[in-house]
């Protein structure tokens, strides 16, 4: 199989790298054609915050990542970028690979819920762009198979995993509905984003970005389709929001005891959760003494974290024996595309022979006699090919590497129907 791969991710790289690396849909459908006339008959491409991955047969037979890597960097040039930033994969390790994506045990958050949704949308933009093939499309059933069976048959996207997802998690707890409330993300990191995305998911009322860098805060509020509050302005506005979750990388803290207890009054006593997940922390601690503010901080969301955590690795055993299962039934299925050909020309070729030698007996024998004599041909031929025929078969389903089935295939096609015997006369 010549199926090959390159993956960039969050085990080979920095986030900076990945950022620079990360393809737009546009970028992906300017990408698609270079790929089909230089490198790939047929393939896909995956792009996300934490990995962006080429896969596809080669045009050429050769398993070879290299002029992928060269392709993608010179698309899309990246300073100090390696080859060793980039892991390859090929034919067997690559259906493995894509499952395991689609399955979420690949992710930087265990269990990532919203991979396999952009593994589903990658594959549909290669459908779309006419960039499959019919083995690309049986992986691509496959992989969502897989995905669909790793959340309904395990545990491992329960619980959050993420202090930003842990935080929005203790939200909904203290808030029955979100729907009418109002929330603020102080800082546009990473963290920040995560949290954002998620309290977007949950369906908060409204949400608004406070930055230092007002421009970060624009594209995370477009993101978001949020509203954008000054930094300069945060403190006088703390009041007007129900949950406030705050992630900088300030030095000290930007809120203070006194800043949350003005904002209480303000506020005339109701509730205002404030999640701190920033190192060092944004907001004085001391903000949990006060009455109706339920203050959570990096140590207690962690704690979740851990717990749950602990909770889906326990599930990586089933998921990576539900991947086994299906990488067999792919390989037997893709296996059947070797010996089912041969197979085929095996029998045309003995029947062939059949058919000659029938040929010069019918004028020298009764009509009786023929009839007893083509039976008895059949039946030979049934019984030469039955054994050959039974292991051509069983060898390819029974999930054996897909090199090893092709030199099977290959040494009955060179056996049974070379091109040579094909032209031999069989004379009397």
């Known amino acids: 199989m010549n199926l090959i791969g390159i993956s960039i991710?969050?085990?080979t790289s920095p986030i900076e790298m990945r950022e620079a690396l990360h393809l737009s849909k546009n970028e992906i459908t300017e990408l698609i054609p270079l790929l089909q006339e230089k490198v790939l008959n047929c393939g896909f491409i995956l792009s996300t915050c934490n990995r962006t991955e080429l896969f596809g047969f080669s045009r050429n037979q050769m398993?070879?990542?290299?002029?992928?890597?060269?392709?993608?960097?010179?698309?899309k040039p990246v300073e100090n970028i390696s080859v060793s930033n980039f892991v390859p994969y090929y034919s067997c390790s690559a259906v493995k690979h894509i499952f395991s994506v689609a399955s979420g045990i690949d992710?930087?958050?265990l269990g990532d819920s919203q991979i396999l949704g952009q593994v589903k949308e990658s594959f549909e933009v290669a459908e779309d762009m006419k960039?499959?093939?019919?083995v690309l499309r049986r992986i691509f059933?496959?992989?969502?198979?897989?995905?669909?069976?790793a959340i309904r048959e395990t545990a491992l996207g329960e619980g959050a995993v993420t202090v930003s997802y842990a935080a929005v998690q203790v939200v909904e707890k203290i808030f029955s509905s979100l729907q009418k409330k109002k929330g603020l993300i102080i800082g546009a990191g990473e963290t920040g984003e995560l949290a954002?995305?998620?309290?977007?998911?949950?369906?908060?009322?409204?949400?608004?970005?406070?930055?230092?860098?007002i421009e970060k805060a624009e594209r995370l509020a477009q993101k978001v389709k949020g509203e954008i509050l000054p930094f300069e302005n945060l403190i006088e506005n703390l009041h007007k929001f129900d949950v406030i979750i705050s992630a900088t990388s300030a030095p000290s803290l930007i809120i203070s005891f006194e800043n949350v207890k003005e904002m209480m009054k303000k506020r005339r006593g109701s509730p205002s959760v404030m999640m701190d997940i920033a190192i060092p922390r944004d907001i004085d601690p001391m903000a949990r003494e006060l009455e109706n503010v339920f203050y959570h901080d990096m140590d207690s969301l962690q704690i979740i974290v851990n717990q749950n955590l602990k909770k889906r690795e326990k599930e990586i055993p089933k998921v990576e024996k539900m991947l086994m299962e299906e990488m067999v039934s792919f390989f037997n299925w893709y296996n059947t595309l070797e010996v089912v050909p041969v197979i085929k020309q095996m029998r045309e070729f003995f029947e062939e022979i059949g058919e000659d030698e029938l040929r010069k007996i019918k004028p020298k024998v009764t009509?009786?006699?023929?009839?007893?004599?083509?039976?008895?041909?059949?039946?030979?031929?049934?019984r030469l090919l039955h054994n050959p025929t039974f292991r051509l078969k069983n060898i390819a389903g029974t999930g054996n590497n897909p090199e090893d089935v092709s030199s099977y295939a290959m040494m009955a096609r060179e056996l049974f129907i070379s091109e040579n015997d094909n032209e031999q006369k069989y004379e009397e």
Do not use: W
């Not at 398993?63 to 698309?75: N, R, S, V």
């Not at 960039?131 to 019919?134: A, D, L, S, Y």
């Not at 009509?367 to 049934?382: A, L, S």
């Open 63 to 75: 398993l070879d990542f290299l002029p992928l890597f060269k392709l993608l960097t010179e698309f």
């Open 9 to 11: 991710n969050h085990r």
């Open 107 to 109: 992710s930087l958050v």
């Open 131 to 134: 960039f499959t093939c019919p």
């Open 367 to 382: 009509e009786d006699d023929y009839q007893k004599i083509e039976n008895m041909t059949r039946r030979m031929i049934g």
């Open 196 to 213: 954002a995305v998620h309290m977007r998911d949950k369906g908060i009322g409204s949400l608004t970005i406070c930055n230092r860098t």
């Open 141 to 149: 059933d496959t992989t969502l198979k897989v995905g669909k069976r």
